[in-house]
C-alpha cells in the first residue's frame, strides 16, 4: 500500500511539475495569437476572445526578425559545424595516441571554459576591431567557435577513449591511415556523442545575447536574441507581439532539439555508463 501511494504520489508531483512549467509556454503561445486590442480591454492573463498572426507579420517584417533570423543561422549552423569538427579532430589525436603533455592540453582546455566570459568582454571586443573584424557575423562566428571548442574537445575525448583499442588496431593492421581511422571508425562511433552536442552548443550559440552585443553593433547584423530585445523597446505595450517575436525566437531550438532528440538521449546515457 506504502508503494502505491508513494507511486501516486510521484505521478501527482510530477504532474504538477509539469504543468507548472508549460504554464509560462501556453500563456506566450496564447498571447502571441490575440490581438493588441482583445489584450487591452481584458487583459494579459484573461481568456483569448480573439485569433489573429498579425503579431507574428509585425515582429516578422516590421521587427526586423527575418533579417535578424537569418543572422542567427548563418552564426550558428558555421559555428557548429566548423567547431565540432575541429573538437573531433583534436579528441581524436588526444584520445588515441600517447601525445606529450596530453592532461596538460585538456586541463587547459576546461580551464578555459571555467572563466567568467564577462572578464573578457573588452580584451575581444578591441581584438576583434584590431583584426577588422569588429561589427561582422565572422567576428561572432570567431568568438562562438573559440570558446566552445574547449569544452567540445573535452567531451568529445571521453567518448573516444571509450571505444576498444581492438578496433583501432585492427584497422591499422588493414593499412588504415590515421586519417581513415578518424573519418570511418571513429567518428561513427562517436555520433552519440557528436549528435548531443549538436543540439547542446546550436542551442547555446543561438540564444546567445553577450557576444552579440559585445562585438557588433549594426542592426542589420544582430542575431534573433539582440532583434527580440530592440523588440521589446520598440513595441513596449504590444504584449501580442513581443510573444510572437519570442516564439519565433524559440522555435528553430526546438526543431533542432526535437530533431536530434533520439541521439541526444543516447548519448547522455552512453555518457553516464561510461
Known amino acids: 500500500m506504502s508503494r502505491k501511494w508513494a507511486t501516486a504520489g510521484f505521478h501527482i508531483g510530477a504532474s504538477a511539475l509539469s504543468v507548472l512549467w508549460l504554464l509560462p509556454i501556453v500563456l506566450v503561445l496564447v498571447t ?23 503579431g507574428f507579420r509585425q515582429a516578422w517584417v516590421d521587427g526586423g526578425q527575418e533579417r535578424a533570423l ?25 584520445s588515441r595516441y600517447e601525445l606529450p603533455l596530453r592532461r596538460t592540453l585538456l586541463l587547459l582546455m576546461l580551464g578555459g571554459n571555467l572563466l567568467p566570459p564577462q572578464i573578457l568582454l573588452i580584451p575581444v571586443s578591441e581584438l576583434t576591431e584590431m583584426l577588422g573584424l569588429y561589427d561582422s557575423l565572422y567576428a561572432l562566428i570567431g568568438v562562438q ?3 566552445g571548442v574547449g569544452f567540445y574537445v573535452f567531451v568529445l575525448q571521453g567518448f573516444m577513449r571509450a571505444i576498444p583499442a581492438e578496433i583501432q588496431q585492427a584497422a591499422v593492421i588493414d593499412g588504415a591511415s590515421p586519417w581513415q581511422i578518424y573519418r570511418r571508425i571513429i567518428m561513427p562511433l562517436a555520433r552519440p556523442a557528436l549528435a548531443a552536442l549538436c543540439a547542446l ?3 547555446w550559440i543561438f540564444n546567445d545575447l553577450l557576444w552579440a552585443i559585445t562585438v557588433l553593433r549594426t542592426d542589420s547584423q544582430m542575431p534573433i536574441t539582440a532583434s527580440l530585445l530592440n523588440l521589446q523597446g520598440q513595441y513596449v505595450s504590444m504584449w501580442n507581439v513581443i ?7 524559440a522555435a528553430p531550438t526546438v526543431i533542432v532539439f526535437l530533431r536530434f532528440q533520439r541521439h541526444f538521449v543516447a548519448g547522455l546515457n552512453l555518457g553516464a555508463v561510461k
Not at 243 to 249: D, F, P, W
Open 201 to 203: 552548443s546550436f542551442t
Open 243 to 249: 510573444a510572437a517575436g519570442s516564439v519565433i525566437a
Open 145 to 147: 567557435v573559440g570558446f
Open 70 to 94: 537569418i543572422n542567427s543561422m548563418l552564426v550558428s549552423v558555421p559555428t557548429v559545424l566548423l567547431s565540432l569538427l575541429l573538437a573531433s579532430m583534436a579528441a581524436f589525436a588526444l
Open 32 to 54: 502571441s495569437t490575440r490581438s493588441f486590442d482583445d489584450i487591452a480591454a481584458n487583459g494579459l492573463g484573461s481568456l483569448p476572445h480573439s485569433f489573429t498572426l498579425d
